[in-house]
């Protein structure tokens, strides 16, 4: 089974990258520079290109039965034009060619519509807006996008913040609260990797935490 990952060559994106091999998906990755998949490169399908490039996106997705995206903002000039563009260009790709499944990595900060946050994600949020606002718009431009197509079966996975520590094989999921604060590298890839055929958390947005064994 053929997935496509995007954003694979961020820390996020090599970990999912290495738990999705593990799984025994055949990968596709869209990338500017194949250098930075490293040793990983040998491995998966790489396509050269970027995500604002419509044929780039079209050949990456091209044979996969779902995406991950964990692409995320950068410090160049009009991040958050672009990743308007981002979102709609790959929700137009994944309609054409029947692509249903997309697992998005987001921030635990981010809302549904009517979606309310408790004070724990609040406070996170003053954190976000006084350090991280850029990745925050381009969070809620691609989700804004993705649930304007009605047919998309989507996850997004919501964590606070990231450990590089090895994983505890736990990941704690809620939909309404935050159970935790940080999750493992390890643990978020496993829990991405897992929501390509589960249908547990479709077309919803969990808060995920490592737990512990």
Do not use: C
């Not at 694979?8 to 738990?19: D, E, I, L, N, R």
């Not at 964990?70 to 009009?78: I, L, M, N, R």
């Not at 935050?178 to 991405?192: H, P, Y």
């Amino acid at each position: 089974m053929q997935i496509t990952i995007l954003g694979s060559t961020g820390q996020v994106g090599k970990v999912v990258m290495a738990q999705a091999l593990k799984s025994g998906y055949q990968i596709k990755v869209l990338v500017r520079d194949p250098e930075k998949l490293g040793y990983l490169k040998e491995k998966v399908h790489v396509v050269a290109g970027n995500l604002l490039d419509e044929a780039s996106v079209e050949k990456s997705l091209t044979g996969s039965v779902a995406v991950i995206n964990v692409s995320g903002a950068v410090k160049e000039p009009d991040q958050l034009k672009k990743f308007k563009k981002i979102g709609d260009v790959l929700v137009s790709k994944m309609k054409q060619q029947g692509i249903k499944r997309l697992i998005n990595i987001s921030l635990a900060v981010i809302q549904l519509p009517q979606e309310k946050l408790d004070f724990k994600r609040k406070a996170i949020r003053v954190l976000v807006n006084l350090f991280f606002k850029e990745k925050k718009l381009v969070n809620e431009a691609i989700m804004a996008a993705v649930l304007e197509e009605k047919d998309l079966e989507w996850t997004f996975v919501r964590p606070a913040f990231f450990s590089t520590k090895p994983g505890s094989g736990v990941v704690l999921a809620d939909d309404t609260k935050m159970q935790g604060t940080t999750i493992m590298l390890e643990d978020l890839a496993m829990f991405l990797v897992q929501q390509i055929t589960s249908t547990e958390w479709m077309k919803k947005a969990p808060l995920v935490s490592s737990g512990t064994k």
